[in-house]
């Protein structure tokens, strides 16, 4: 499985940014599939995460009712809409595959869950 990600870019504060992680491979719809983020000195961590089907979501409480985790799965893709970004949301953010499609936001929102990521897309929020 190969993920790409891209959408980030310099934005104000309380503008919005989306972020899309395409994948390949054909089971696409069976992997659930989320997005870490990592500021420059800190470790990597959990930001949303979504099940294969698409019908769960999970969230960081840290961006809950501001970002929102979806999928089309006809388009092998992940998407990450971010809005009312504030400077504290500046980071690389990758997206990664769940092969398993775990349940639950412990499970889903460890790293060690996912086996395969992205090379991360850099979000830079001006204050």
């Known amino acids: 499985v190969q993920l790409q990600a891209s959408g980030g870019g310099l934005v104000q504060a309380g503008g919005s940014l989306r972020l899309s992680c395409e994948a390949s491979?054909?089971?696409?719809?069976?992997?659930?599939m989320g997005w870490f983020r990592q500021a420059p000195g800190k470790e990597r961590e959990f930001v949303a995460a979504?099940?294969?089907?698409?019908?769960?979501?999970y969230y960081a409480a840290s961006v809950k009712g501001r970002f929102t985790i979806s999928r089309d799965n006809a388009k092998n893709t992940v998407y990450l809409q971010m809005n009312s970004l504030k400077a504290e949301d500046t980071a690389v953010y990758f997206c990664?595959?769940?092969?398993?499609?775990?349940?639950?936001?412990?499970?889903?929102?460890?790293?060690?869950?996912?086996?395969?990521w992205g090379q991360g897309t850099l979000v830079t929020v001006s204050s």
């Open positions: 491979g054909r089971t696409f719809s069976s992997y659930g």
């Open positions: 979504i099940r294969g089907s698409g019908g769960i979501t």
């Open positions: 990664a595959a769940d092969v398993e499609d775990s349940f639950g936001i412990a499970a889903k929102s460890r790293p060690s869950r996912y086996e395969y």
